[in-house]
Protein backbone atom coordinates (compact mmCIF):
# COMPACT_ATOMS: atom_id res chain seq x y z
CA UNK A 1 0.00 0.00 0.00
CA UNK A 2 1.47 3.24 -0.38
CA UNK A 3 1.28 6.65 1.96
CA UNK A 4 -1.82 8.17 -0.05
CA UNK A 5 -4.24 5.16 -0.02
CA UNK A 6 -3.16 4.91 4.54
CA UNK A 7 -4.08 8.48 4.84
CA UNK A 8 -7.42 7.75 3.30
CA UNK A 9 -7.85 5.14 4.96
CA UNK A 10 -7.19 6.61 8.37
CA UNK A 11 -8.99 9.20 7.46
CA UNK A 12 -12.30 7.48 6.58
CA UNK A 13 -11.29 5.36 9.76
CA UNK A 14 -11.08 8.38 12.22
CA UNK A 15 -14.60 10.12 10.61
CA UNK A 16 -16.56 7.00 11.21
CA UNK A 17 -15.54 7.20 15.01
CA UNK A 18 -16.01 10.54 15.27
CA UNK A 19 -19.27 10.09 13.95
CA UNK A 20 -19.98 7.01 16.10
CA UNK A 21 -18.84 8.49 19.36
CA UNK A 22 -21.39 11.65 18.85
CA UNK A 23 -24.02 8.71 18.36
CA UNK A 24 -22.71 6.47 21.63
CA UNK A 25 -22.71 9.93 23.34
CA UNK A 26 -25.95 10.39 22.78
CA UNK A 27 -27.83 7.29 23.28
CA UNK A 28 -25.55 7.14 26.49
CA UNK A 29 -27.06 10.87 27.51
CA UNK A 30 -30.83 9.46 27.22
CA UNK A 31 -29.57 6.74 29.17
CA UNK A 32 -28.14 8.40 31.80
CA UNK A 33 -25.12 6.54 31.43
CA UNK A 34 -21.15 7.09 31.57
CA UNK A 35 -20.52 9.64 29.28
CA UNK A 36 -17.78 9.93 26.60
CA UNK A 37 -15.82 13.61 27.57
CA UNK A 38 -16.26 16.22 25.45
CA UNK A 39 -12.20 16.51 25.35
CA UNK A 40 -12.40 13.14 23.78
CA UNK A 41 -14.83 14.32 20.96
CA UNK A 42 -12.20 17.41 20.05
CA UNK A 43 -9.35 15.26 20.02
CA UNK A 44 -10.61 12.73 17.45
CA UNK A 45 -11.93 16.08 15.44
CA UNK A 46 -8.53 17.27 16.30
CA UNK A 47 -6.90 14.08 14.55
CA UNK A 48 -8.77 14.45 11.37
CA UNK A 49 -12.23 13.40 12.80
CA UNK A 50 -13.90 16.65 12.04
CA UNK A 51 -16.57 15.93 9.33
CA UNK A 52 -17.85 12.93 10.68
CA UNK A 53 -18.03 14.63 14.62
CA UNK A 54 -19.72 17.58 12.49
CA UNK A 55 -22.16 15.11 10.70
CA UNK A 56 -23.06 12.93 14.10
CA UNK A 57 -23.47 16.35 15.59
CA UNK A 58 -25.97 17.15 13.49
CA UNK A 59 -27.92 13.99 12.58
CA UNK A 60 -28.02 12.58 15.81
CA UNK A 61 -29.02 16.19 17.29
CA UNK A 62 -26.12 16.05 19.85
CA UNK A 63 -24.45 18.83 21.28
CA UNK A 64 -26.13 21.08 19.06
CA UNK A 65 -26.69 23.74 21.76
CA UNK A 66 -23.32 23.88 22.84
CA UNK A 67 -21.73 27.30 21.41
CA UNK A 68 -18.09 25.35 21.52
CA UNK A 69 -19.20 22.96 19.11
CA UNK A 70 -21.45 24.43 16.94
CA UNK A 71 -18.49 26.52 16.37
CA UNK A 72 -15.29 24.88 17.48
CA UNK A 73 -16.08 21.38 15.20
CA UNK A 74 -16.28 24.07 11.99
CA UNK A 75 -13.21 25.71 13.12
CA UNK A 76 -11.16 23.06 13.52
CA UNK A 77 -12.23 21.79 10.17
CA UNK A 78 -11.73 25.21 8.49
CA UNK A 79 -7.93 25.14 9.91
CA UNK A 80 -7.33 21.23 8.68
CA UNK A 81 -8.51 22.49 5.32
CA UNK A 82 -5.79 25.54 5.30
CA UNK A 83 -3.28 23.01 6.91
CA UNK A 84 -3.57 20.76 4.40
CA UNK A 85 -3.48 23.92 1.25
CA UNK A 86 -0.55 24.82 2.63
CA UNK A 87 1.25 21.40 2.58
CA UNK A 88 0.30 20.82 -0.86
CA UNK A 89 0.79 24.11 -2.47
CA UNK A 90 4.48 24.21 -0.77
CA UNK A 91 7.41 24.13 -2.81
CA UNK A 92 8.97 20.31 -3.28
CA UNK A 93 12.98 21.10 -2.38
CA UNK A 94 15.36 18.59 -2.30
CA UNK A 95 18.36 19.60 -0.50
CA UNK A 96 21.61 17.63 -0.53
CA UNK A 97 24.01 17.58 2.26
Known amino acids: MNVITLLIIYFISVNIIG?????????????????????????????????GSIFGMYAFRHKTRHWYFVYGMPAILILQIILVIAILSAPITISTL
Request: proline share 3%.
Open 19 to 51: FALMGIDKHKAKKRAFRIPEATLFIVALIGGSI
